[in-house]
C-alpha cells in the first residue's frame, strides 16, 4: 500500500503544479490582454492628436497662403531651385 500512497501523493503534487501553472498562464494571459487593451487606446488617442495637429497646420498654411499667394509663390519657386542646385 506504500507504493500506492506514494503514487497517489505524486498524482497529487502533479495535479497541483499543473493547476497552478493553469492559473499563472491566464493570470498573464489576463494582464497581457488588459495591457494590449491599454496600449490600442493609448495609440487610438495619439492618432487622433495627430490627425487634429494636421488639420490645424493646413488650416493655418491656407490662410498664409490666402493673405500672401504672391510671397507663398515667390517663396515656394526660391525653394524648389535651391532644392534643384542641390542635386
Keep these: ?3 500506492k500512497d506514494a503514487v497517489n ?3 497529487e503534487a502533479v495535479e ?3 493547476t497552478e501553472a493553469t492559473e499563472s ?3 498573464v494571459a489576463r ?3 488588459k ?3 491599454r496600449l490600442m487606446d493609448d495609440a487610438e488617442d495619439v ?3 495627430g490627425q487634429d495637429a494636421l488639420e490645424s497646420a493646413l488650416i ?3 490662410d498664409v497662403i490666402r493673405q500672401h499667394p504672391i510671397t507663398t509663390v515667390v517663396g515656394v519657386a526660391a525653394i524648389a531651385y535651391l532644392l534643384g542646385k542641390l542635386r
Design 16 to 18: 497541483d503544479v499543473v
Design 9 to 11: 501523493d505524486a498524482k
Design 1 to 3: 500500500m506504500a507504493a
Design 60 to 62: 493655418c498654411a491656407k
Design 47 to 49: 492618432f487622433s492628436e
Design 31 to 33: 494582464k497581457v490582454s
Design 25 to 27: 498562464a491566464k493570470s
Design 35 to 37: 495591457t494590449g487593451r
